[in-house]
């Protein structure tokens, strides 16, 4: 009696101990699916970042000869080339607060305009419906808006005066067939 109850206890002692290596086992399978999950996540998000980061340096090597194809002094330049990149850095600011998903267009403006004319913008000189930009977008139509208000700064009738300028949009169209008009009038 003495050794069925001893071999009793001892299956049970080794059924439990079998139990808890296929639990630990689990659980290190589901720790290394976890773990090879996170590397390919940490993977996909560096190659993300190698593309933004190369995609970058090829937007400010365009800025930067563009910049000096127009200077006619390393002072110049320098100006302008600190300008172009406090545009783009704008744009790269509005992505990232959107988690680079998209940037509104009247928010856009607000920013460049704001950051040449130094000032904040008052009512009715944009006016135009919410238009959600992609990424690319955001960065063309940022150095697009820098460029216009630089212009229209040192050349146009808005002078110093932000208050002279004008910007209206609206979507045109629907569907694939939709058009983005945009109106820049300096009074």
């Known amino acids: ?107 856009l403006l607000r920013t460049e305009l704001g950051q040449v004319f130094g000032k904040e913008l008052s009512e009715g000189i944009l006016s135009g419906p919410e238009v959600l930009l992609d990424e690319t977008t955001t960065q063309a139509l940022g150095l697009t808006f820098h460029e216009l208000a630089t212009n229209a700064l040192k050349y146009g009738e808005a002078g110093n005066s932000v208050g002279a300028l004008k910007v209206e949009w609206r979507v045109e169209g629907r569907g694939r067939e939709r058009t983005l008009v945009l109106d820049w009038r300096e009074a």
């Open 1 to 107: 009696v003495m050794l069925g109850l001893f071999g009793l206890l001892l299956a049970g002692a080794i059924a439990l101990v079998a139990r808890y290596q296929e639990r630990a086992y689990e659980a290190k399978s589901l720790l290394h699916e976890a773990t090879e999950k996170s590397l390919l996540e940490k993977e996909l998000i560096l190659q993300e970042m190698k593309h933004r980061i190369k995609n970058s340096i090829t937007r400010v090597l365009a800025i930067a000869r563009q910049t000096a194809s127009q200077a006619t002094d390393v002072k110049e330049f320098s100006a302008s080339f600190s300008a172009r990149l406090q545009a783009m850095a704008a744009s790269q600011d509005m992505l990232t607060r959107s988690r680079w998903q998209k940037a509104d267009l009247g928010d």
